[in-house]
């Protein structure tokens, strides 16, 4: 897994560009997801997925609180 930080997965979904139609908290949680499929069924190194989930929860976490707009904002560089 590449991604290792709450800067990195802000810096990831802006640059898909995907317009209006993606929410962040809804890549979040699809990323969540991807990741704990790949915790239960691949032979990989679990640390990095397990920090990629903590990450992504705490994002989901701050954009409940704070919203999107204001999340993306504290992260972009």
């Keep these: 897994m590449g ?3 709450a800067e990195e997965y802000i810096d990831f979904f802006t640059n898909l ?5 993606v929410t962040l908290i809804s890549f979040v949680n699809n990323e969540k997801i991807v ?5 239960e ?4 190194p679990k640390e990095p ?3 990629g989930i903590e990450v992504l929860e705490k994002l989901a976490k701050e ?3 704070i919203g999107q707009d204001k999340v ?3 992260y972009q560089k």
Excluded: A, F, Q
């Design 41 to 44: 069924n691949k032979n990989i």
């Design 17 to 21: 560009n995907m317009g209006d139609g």
């Design 63 to 65: 954009i409940s609180e």
């Design 49 to 51: 997925i397990k920090k």
């Design 35 to 39: 990741l704990k499929i790949k915790l």
């Design 72 to 74: 993306i904002e504290k």
């Design 3 to 5: 991604i290792t930080s």
